[in-house]
C-alpha cells in the first residue's frame, strides 16, 4: 500500500501548499492531492507549484462536477499532466444535493447517472472520442491534440451505489473517512462487482483517513472535530458512518467526532500505532492511504502538521521495508 499526503484547506497563499509539495517530493511519495478549493483553486495551485519545479504527480480529491463541465475539467486535468510530466489522478464527484441545487437550480434526478454520464464524458474528451452532447442532441466540440503524461479518472464514493458505478467505469475510487471493515464489508465488494459486470480491471483504491500523532496537550476528540465537523454534519457522510455501525446524527457534529476517535476512524497515538492502524488499510484492499493532517494543522498550526506527516511517513516506509524483508 502507498502512502501520499492531502492538503487539506483551501489556500489563500500559494505559499501555503510549498512545504506539503516539498514533503512529497523528498519521502517519494506517489502524490500530493487536494480538494475542491474556490479560493486559489485547486488546478491553479497545483500548476504553481508545478512552475515552481515541483513536477510531481498530483490528485484531486475531489473536485466537484456541477462546478465545470466536463470539457473543462478534461482540459485542466491534461493541462497538469503536461506541464509536470507525470500522471493527473482526477477525483470527482457530484457534491451535496444542496450544493447542487444552488448551481443547477434543482439537486440531481440521480446522482449516480449524473456521475456516468460526466465521467464518461470526460472519458470522451480525454481519449479524443467523439460522443453525443446528451442534455443538446449534437456532438461536442473535441479538445486539440496535446501530448500529455496521462489522466486517471477517479469517482469520489461512499456508498455501494457510487462504489459499483467507480468498478464500471473509473480508473481511481476514492473515499473519505471509511473505516476498513466498512469497505471490507461494503465498498470493495461493490468496486468488484462493477468491474466484474463490465469486464474490466477493479479501479485503485484510495482512501484519505484523517490521522494525528500523540502530543502533549493535544485532545484527539478537538482535533476530529476541528477536521471534520462540516462532513460530520453531511448527511451522506453520516449516513456512511451510520452503515459502518458508528453512532451518529448530522446534528451532533461534536459528539460525530467523539464517534470518530472512539472508532479509530480518526487514527491517533504514536507513530507506530498509527501505521499499525493504516496497515488495516492495506489489509482490506486499499492500494494508497492518504494522510490527512487537517485537525492538528487547523488547531495547532501547519508546521505541526508537517512534523506529524514527517514522522508518520517514516514509519510506514520503516513498516514497508520490515514486510518487504
Known amino acids: 500500500m502507498q502512502t501520499s499526503v492531502i492538503f487539506p484547506v483551501m489556500p489563500t497563499a500559494p505559499s501555503e501548499a510549498v512545504p506539503f509539495a516539498e514533503l512529497v517530493r523528498s519521502e517519494d511519495m506517489p502524490r500530493l492531492w487536494q480538494g475542491q478549493s474556490v479560493t486559489i483553486e485547486t488546478h491553479q495551485m497545483f500548476a504553481y507549484l508545478a512552475g515552481m519545479g515541483f513536477r510531481i504527480p498530483f490528485g484531486t480529491a475531489v473536485t466537484l462536477m456541477p462546478l465545470r463541465h466536463p470539457m473543462e475539467a478534461a482540459a485542466h486535468a491534461r493541462s497538469l499532466a503536461r506541464l509536470t510530466g507525470r500522471r493527473v489522478t482526477l477525483g470527482l464527484g457530484p457534491g451535496s444535493p444542496d450544493f447542487v441545487a444552488s448551481l443547477r437550480g434543482k439537486p440531481y434526478d440521480s446522482p449516480k447517472a449524473a456521475c456516468a454520464d460526466y465521467l464518461r464524458q470526460v472519458r470522451g474528451f480525454l481519449t479524443e472520442q467523439r460522443h453525443e452532447a446528451p442534455e443538446a ?64 480491471q477493479v479501479p485503485r483504491l484510495v482512501t484519505v483517513v484523517h490521522v494525528a500523532v500523540a502530543r502533549h496537550g493535544r485532545d484527539p476528540r478537538q482535533l476530529a472535530y476541528a477536521a471534520a465537523h462540516t462532513h460530520l454534519g453531511a448527511p451522506h457522510y453520516t449516513d456512511m458512518l451510520r452503515r459502518a455501525g458508528l453512532r451518529v446524527h448530522q446534528s451532533q457534529p461534536y459528539l460525530n467526532a467523539r464517534a470518530l476517535v ?54 510506514m516506509r520503516a513498516v514497508r521495508s520490515c514486510v518487504i524483508t
Open 137 to 200: 442532441g449534437w456532438p461536442a466540440s473535441d479538445l486539440p491534440d496535446l501530448g500529455h503524461a496521462g489522466v486517471d479518472i477517479g469517482l469520489g464514493v461512499l456508498r455501494p451505489v457510487l462504489a459499483r458505478l467507480a468498478g464500471e467505469t473509473a480508473d481511481v475510487a476514492i473515499t473519505w473517512m471509511t473505516p476498513p471493515g466498512y469497505l471490507a464489508r461494503d465498498v470493495v465488494p461493490a468496486l468488484r462487482r462493477g468491474a466484474q459486470a463490465a469486464g474490466r
Open 262 to 315: 472512539d472508532s479509530g476512524t480518526f487514527v491517533y497515538g504514536t507513530p507506530r500505532e498509527v501505521a499499525g492502524a493504516l496497515a488495516e488499510y492495506a489489509r482490506v484492499g486499499v492500494d494508497e492511504v492518504v494522510l490527512n493532517c487537517a485537525g492538528v494543522g487547523l488547531a495547532h498550526g501547519w508546521n505541526a502538521a508537517l512534523e506529524d506527516l514527517a514522522e508518520l511517513s517514516a514509519e
